[in-house]
């Protein structure tokens, strides 16, 4: 006898098991397929952003700072240290002690909200009358009943063209983050998020860094005066980084890869690496998940088609995160997931596109939400713009950290909030204030006559605000 219930989400990430949790919630009866396996072949939920992604490198991120700091910044507070040194397999150890406890977290949350869990590979058999037959591909092949279905899926990284991933010295995220030894050099193909990350994690422990990126700007979604602060800080650093790039032959060899290359003047480059991150985007993952057998519709990227609601081009299918259109960040993946859960309760779940935060966690930290000024220029809005720098700011001295600066902008007739753009400490935290405010359409002045603490790193913001209306107080 097949299992039946109201609801099925296949996927176990942020998206699917928030979405799990949400329509439990409500009410519904609600199972969640996952296939995601730790060393033991046990179960690990969170998806690609507790196992390959967010968590374990934010872990890796915090030890190499340690370790940054203890050898370079120290000295500075009158502490010393000598002979300071990496135990990278007891740092990559504890990074898998945290992605441990994220996924043995979810699983308990999924059981206090009484979501029933298949480990397994979750695919469509056929439809159903009031719903969809399902199979679970695990240990052991399970049938189960669905009314309504949410596809949370995920995304792969996505590999260079003839190259694929070995995950020994061509690596995506997933081998990048399982890197167990100091690599002398370390190679960058695209300057994205994760790789950024990962560079900064091992030239702090001492790597020599090189970033090839085909852009000829560097963080080209980023506002353009955040990310020439970012790009000097990271070249100050020690990362090096080449825009403009044309890449070629990559070879595997005994001892590490080589990368054939053409600089912006065009000139012939080779580029010799212990390890090769290619960090160039991800593709929608929909392998396996036999679309075809209900006719579930997929664009040309492989994405499932959704429409403003996320509902999918069958009755009671619904897609949201990474699979499906819009930015593929986790805490999008969960508003969408919430939002959805809330609609089959015939509530009026919403995301706001406009108000979603990017963070990219390198040291300056880098956050934004909103449009940046080029987009702005590009169309047409007239917008007033503030700046203030942490140089200027007391926290920040007392940190000894002062790289970047708070951006605010904001309509030139209504004063209305219309983006943020951060670079500098705790970027990622403070982005969330300006979220907020941009998502009640607050204006700079609001933000300007808000009292913030004394001292803090988010009087910069308030301080930006000011800057809007060129009355900075304290630069």
Not at 194 to 205: D, K, P, T
Not at 332 to 361: D, L, S
Request: charged letters at 20%.
């Amino acid at each position: 006898m097949s299992k039946q219930f109201d609801v099925v989400v296949i996927g176990g990430g942020p998206g699917g098991y928030i979405a799990a949790i949400r329509a439990a919630q409500l009410g519904m009866n609600v199972a969640c397929i996952d296939e995601w396996k730790n060393a033991k072949g046990g179960p690990a939920l969170g998806g690609t952003c507790t196992n390959v992604g967010c968590i374990p490198s934010k872990a890796l991120l915090q030890s190499s700072e340690h370790f940054d700091h203890a050898n370079h910044h120290f000295a500075d507070h009158g502490i010393s240290a000598s002979n300071v040194t990496m135990d990278v397999a007891k740092m990559v150890a504890r990074k898998d002690t945290v992605v441990k406890q994220n996924n043995d977290g979810i699983q308990y949350l999924l059981k206090k909200n009484k979501v029933a869990f298949f480990h397994g590979r979750g695919s469509f058999v056929k439809a159903v009358e009031g719903g969809y037959e399902l199979k679970v591909a695990g240990a052991a092949e399970e049938i189960i009943i669905a009314k309504q279905v949410i596809l949370a899926t995920g995304s792969n990284a996505r590999a260079l063209p003839g190259t694929p991933f070995d995950e020994e010295t061509i690596l995506s995220n997933d081998g990048a983050l399982r890197i167990g030894a100091l690599p002398k050099r370390l190679g960058l193909i695209g300057s994205g998020v994760i790789g950024l990350e990962m560079g900064s994690v091992w030239r702090r422990l001492g790597s020599e860094v090189t970033i090839l990126e085909g852009l000829p700007v560097f963080l080209g979604a980023v506002d353009e005066q955040i990310a020439k602060e970012a790009h000097k800080a990271f070249v100050k650093q020690g990362l090096k980084v080449e825009l403009g790039v044309k890449v070629g032959e990559i070879k595997k060899g005994k001892k590490g890869v080589s990368v054939a290359w053409t600089n912006a003047k065009g000139e012939a480059q080779t580029l010799e690496v212990d390890k090769l991150i290619v960090s160039i985007g991800r593709v929608p993952n929909t392998i396996g998940l036999n679309a075809e057998a209900v006719g579930l519709a997929l664009d040309e990227r492989g994405a499932i088609v959704v429409d403003e609601q996320c509902r999918a081009n069958l009755p009671g299918v619904w897609a949201v995160g990474d699979v499906v259109r819009g930015p593929m960040l986790a805490h999008k993946a969960e508003e969408e997931g919430v939002a959805v859960a809330e609609r089959m309760a015939g509530q009026h779940g919403h995301v706001n596109f406009n108000t979603i935060p990017w963070v990219i966690y390198t040291s300056p930290e880098i956050a934004w939400v909103g449009r940046t000024e080029q987009q702005l220029k590009a169309d047409g809005v007239a917008y007033k713009a503030g700046t203030f720098p942490f140089l200027a700011n007391g926290r920040a001295r007392a940190l000894g950290d002062t790289t970047g600066m708070v951006k605010m902008l904001a309509d030139a007739t209504t004063d209305e909030i219309l983006g943020v753009h951060i670079v500098g400490p705790m970027a990622s935290e403070l982005i969330a204030e300006c979220v907020v405010a941009m998502e009640f359409r607050a204006s700079s002045e609001d933000i300007a006559r808000i009292c913030h603490a004394h001292p803090s790193l988010s009087e910069a913001t308030k301080e930006a605000a000011l800057a809007v209306d060129k009355r900075t107080l304290n630069f």
